[in-house]
C-alpha cells in the first residue's frame, strides 16, 4: 500500500513554517539509530518543520550550565591536543551540510577534528553528561560524513571518539566501524525521516516530559504534572 501523499495535499501543519526540504541534524538521526522509536514523531516534524521549539524558562538555565561544562572540557581536548603537535580544528570550522539526495540534508557542527603528525584524522566530541549509545552513533555518523562533506578530509579514514567529563576512558571508535552496514543503515534512517507521512505519535507523560516540541506541533503533547506526580496528599 502506498502512504504517499499526493502532491498538492494541505500541508499537515499549516501554523509551522515548512522547510521546503527534510533537514536533519546529526544528533536527531543519532537518537533516531539508538532506537528510541517514542521520539520518531518528534524527530520527524523537526526534520520538516521550523518552529517546533517549545519554550521552557528553566530549560534556559540548563542550557547555560551545559555550555559551561562542555565548553571546559573541550578547551581541555583542545589544548592536549595542541601539545601532542596535533593540528586542530573546532567546532564551527567542521560545521558541514551533506545533501543525501535532493532535498534531505544531513547537517552537523563535529566539536573538534585533529591531524597527527603521524597522519591520524581523529573526530572527537565531549560531553559533559551521562553515556548513552547515541552519544557513539553522532560520533559514527560524523566519521561517515566528514569524508563525503568536507573537501578537507574526502575518503580519508577518520577515527571518532566520545569523551566524557566523569574522567574515565573515552569511547573510541574505529575507521573500519563505518562500514557498508553502517551506511546502509544511515540512509535507511534519513530516507525513513524524509517520508512525508509522519509516523505515530506515541504520548506519554514519561516521554513528552523531555521531549522539546511544542503543543503547537504536536496537539497530543502530555504536561508534566509535578503534583500529580509526588502522589495524593495523605
Ligand atoms: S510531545 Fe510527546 S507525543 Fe508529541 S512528539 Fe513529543 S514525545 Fe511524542
Not at 77 to 101: I, K, M, T
Not at 122 to 140: E, F, N, Y
Not at 168 to 176: A, H, L, N
Not at 212 to 228: G, I, L
Request: proline share 8%; hydrophobic share 40%; aromatic share 8%.
Amino acid at each position: 500500500m502506498n502512504l504517499q501523499l499526493p502532491l498538492d495535499a494541505a500541508p499537515l501543519f499549516p501554523d509551522l513554517p515548512s522547510r521546503g526540504g527534510v533537514y536533519v541534524w546529526v544528533t536527531w538521526a543519532a537518537s533516531y539509530l539508538a532506537g528510541d522509536t517514542s521520539r520518531d514523531w518528534s524527530l520527524w516534524v523537526r526534520a520538516h518543520y521550523q518552529g517546533w521549539k517549545s519554550v521552557d524558562d528553566a530549560e534556559g538555565s540548563q542550557l547555560a550550565l551545559w555550555h559551561v561544562d562542555h565548553t571546559a572540557l573541550l578547551r581541555q581536548l583542545v589544548a592536549a591536543a595542541r601539545a601532542r603537535g596535533e593540528r586542530v580544528w573546532v567546532e564551527s570550522q567542521n560545521a558541514f551540510r551533506l545533501v543525501v539526495r535532493p532535498h534531505v540534508t544531513l547537517a552537523g557542527k563535529p566539536d573538534l577534528v585533529t591531524l597527527a603528525p603521524d597522519g591520524t584524522i581523529m573526530v572527537t566530541d565531549a560531553k559533559s553528561g551521562q553515556r548513552k549509545p547515541a552519544h557513539i552513533l553522532q560520533v559514527m555518523l560524523y566519521q561517515w560524513a566528514l569524508r563525503r562533506a568536507d573537501h578537507r578530509f574526502s575518503d580519508c579514514q577518520i577515527g571518532g571518539r566520545v569523551v566524557y567529563a566523569d574522567g574515565d576512558p573515552p569511547v573510541v571508535i574505529q575507521p573500519s566501524a563505518i562500514n557498508t552496514a553502517f551506511e546502509r543503515r544511515v540512509l535507511e534512517c534519513l530516507e525513513q525521516l524524509a517520508v512525508p507521512v509522519p509516523p505515530f505519535r506515541m504520548p506519554s507523560r514519561q516521554e513528552c516530559r523531555f521531549c522539546p516540541v511544542s503543543r503547537k506541533a504536536c496537539p497530543e503533547r502530555v504536561e508534566w504534572d509535578v503534583e500529580e506526580e509526588s502522589g495524593p496528599p495523605c
